[in-house]
């Protein structure tokens, strides 16, 4: 009898996203030029349960994208999402309901997604009441129960948000996505709005929920401080691919792709030892609209060969765990293909 193996917890295969309008044969939409920009690019990312995944770029990477879309904030082009092997693309309204109990989202600034005329109590109790929490005693008693686990004094349940500071409105964000028992926390930017003392204990915070209740995060972050103190594994994100992946040890002492050792060399306080030295990264973004031929990264690149601009990299396994798509790592079988230039 053979044993199936469960399936992670999340999974993305193929991810695409692309705003704007598809061109016409003549390559212009209304007699414009098109603006088709492809925010996320072919993404494929695992996370098993009660791990931490950092996604993480630059502004501008696609990494915030890829957090709504793995909440399903936005649909994907193509590509789909998995969450316990089930797909959220073919889910009906109940199934869907059921999705946001498994995943929920922590933004960067919870001022925006805090009702400024709710209290703190009324913001948790109303999600409890939508998720079937009847009796206004039992909310009352879980919502003092929440706020105690993320650290958030009782005494203060009755403050409005603009009343708080920083720091105590994300713990309310975070209490208000564990009312619904997730699974899977997306946070993006969860400390980058907050002071560094503050940072420090909402991160404190993070990791003693992942202890205690088992959480799995996607954390989306550029810095790279965070990734090295929270992440089981490292995904790192440019101009809408994963770029580089592996164990966040691994990436962190030992990075492969040109780019994530110039993030890592921009990051200077990051105490590890490293065995390449990368000069740190220069110029700006690229506009997505028109990415650049062959490798996205090349006109920053500090290791840029001929290839670089005219051939697409592909996606290898340098080695067990990790993956890097990068042309200083080509698979044994590679061959040069004609015309093959753009990403
Ligand atoms: Fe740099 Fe070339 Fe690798 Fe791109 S493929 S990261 S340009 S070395």
């Known amino acids: 009898m053979s044993i199936e193996a469960e399936p ?45 995944v950092a996604v993480v770029g630059e502004t501008g990477s696609g990494k915030s994208t890829l957090g709504r879309l793995i909440v399903r904030l936005e649909d994907p082009t193509s590509g789909d999402v998995l969450i316990d092997g089930r797909s959220v693309m073919s889910l009906g309204r ?14 960067q600034d919870p001022y925006s997604t805090l009702n400024p005329y709710r209290t703190v109590a009324t913001t948790i109790g109303e999600v409890l009441k939508v998720h079937g929490m009847r009796s206004r005693a039992a909310r009352d008693a879980e919502t003092d129960r929440l706020l105690e686990l993320v650290g958030f004094p009782a005494s203060m349940r009755d403050r409005l948000p603009g009343q708080l500071s920083g720091g105590g409105r994300q713990r309310v964000s975070i209490a208000r996505a564990l009312a619904v028992r997730p699974k899977l926390i997306v946070a993006d930017e969860p400390v980058s709005a907050l002071d560094v003392s503050v940072q420090a204990q909402v991160l404190n915070l993070f990791e003693r929920l992942r202890d205690e209740l088992g959480l799995a995060y996607v954390f989306i972050t550029h810095d790279l401080a965070v990734v090295k103190r929270l992440a089981d594994r490292i995904a790192v994100m440019y101009l809408g691919r994963i770029v580089e992946e592996g164990p966040a040890a691994d990436v962190v002492e030992h990075p492969k792709h040109p780019y994530t ?13 490293r065995v390449t030295e990368a000069p740190s990264l220069t110029g700006d973004m690229p506009n997505p609209i028109s990415p650049p031929s062959g490798c996205v990264f090349h006109p920053r690149c500090p290791a840029v060969m001929d290839l670089c601009a005219v051939r697409v990299p592909v996606v290898t396994e340098p080695e067990p765990g990790r993956s890097v798509v990068c042309h200083l790592y080509p698979p044994p079988e590679q061959t040069t293909v004609e015309g093959d230039v753009t990403a």
């Open 8 to 52: 992670p917890l999340l999974r993305t295969t193929g991810l695409n996203k692309w705003y704007g309008r598809e061109p016409s044969a003549t390559g212009r939409v209304f007699g414009r030029p098109s603006t088709l920009l492809h925010a996320v690019a072919d993404v494929s990312l695992t996370v098993q349960r009660g791990e931490t």
């Open 261 to 273: 050792r110039a993030l890592l060399d921009a990051a200077p306080d990051l105490d590890v030892r």
């Open 94 to 107: 109940e199934q869907s309901q059921e999705l946001r109990r498994t995943v929920q989202i922590i933004l």
